[in-house]
């Protein structure tokens, strides 16, 4: 074997190892993203299924009703959710409720499901200090048309200006972006 044929055997054997090690670790980042994705969706989960109950109660007892049902529960159940160093929240490009304005971190990302509309799948980012932001659309169904469709009825339409004078979360049609939900975790081991 000449100098040569060995110096190219080690090169290979090299670039080898170096790929190899680029893979795993490729793999092993993607694995970790995934797992903070899914304890990420799992977390957001009760959120949703509360806000889905309030509504639902509310609406049963009448739209104006329910109204101010949202306007009680959605932020104490946002509330109830965000401890540990975990933070819930719903937020829209058009909002009804000012203080439901966006963290930073959501602001592009909720830009970007604008600007591809057929994207639905929900991301996950990260964010300093090892905490995780995951996003997820909220897309509007008929159910939603009665406070955020258009027209509304006069008595819902005289509800929502009362309490929200600067809504602008009406005139959405079915299918279409009404925002997302975010959701912010800390870093494993730092809490549940
Ligand atoms: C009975 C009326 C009513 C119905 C029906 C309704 N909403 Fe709302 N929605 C509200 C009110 C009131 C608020 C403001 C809550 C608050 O003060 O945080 C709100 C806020 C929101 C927000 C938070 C962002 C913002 O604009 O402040 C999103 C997102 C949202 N609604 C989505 C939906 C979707 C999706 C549906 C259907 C599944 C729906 N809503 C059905 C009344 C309603």
Do not use: F, I, K
């Given at each position: 074997m000449t100098a040569v044929t060995i110096r190219l055997m080690i090169f290979a054997m090299r670039t080898t190892t170096t790929l190899i090690l680029s893979f795993v670790l490729l793999v092993t980042a993607a694995t970790a993203q995934q797992m903070s994705q899914d304890r990420a969706a799992k977390t957001l989960m009760p959120f949703k299924k509360a806000l889905k109950q309030a509504l639902l109660d509310g609406l049963a007892k009448g739209p104006v009703e329910a109204i101010s049902a949202c306007q009680v529960h959605a932020p104490e159940i946002a509330e109830g959710l965000s401890h540990d160093g975990i933070r819930v929240g719903r937020t829209s490009h058009?909002?009804?409720?000012?203080?439901n304005r966006s963290p930073d971190w959501v602001r592009p990302i909720l830009e970007d499901y604008l600007a591809n509309q057929s994207d639905r799948i929900p991301r996950s980012v990260p964010l300093p200090e090892g905490r995780t932001g995951y996003v997820e659309p909220i897309v509007m169904q008929?159910?939603?048309?009665?406070?955020?469709?258009?027209?509304?009825a006069e008595n819902v339409s005289a509800e929502i200006k009362r309490l929200y004078?600067?809504?602008?979360?009406?005139g959405f049609e079915v299918g279409e972006l009404r925002g997302v939900f975010w959701l912010e975790l800390p870093a494993t081991g730092d809490a549940s």
């Open positions: 058009r909002l009804r409720n000012p203080e008929s159910l939603c048309l009665t406070c955020h469709g258009d027209p509304l004078p600067e809504d602008e979360a009406v």
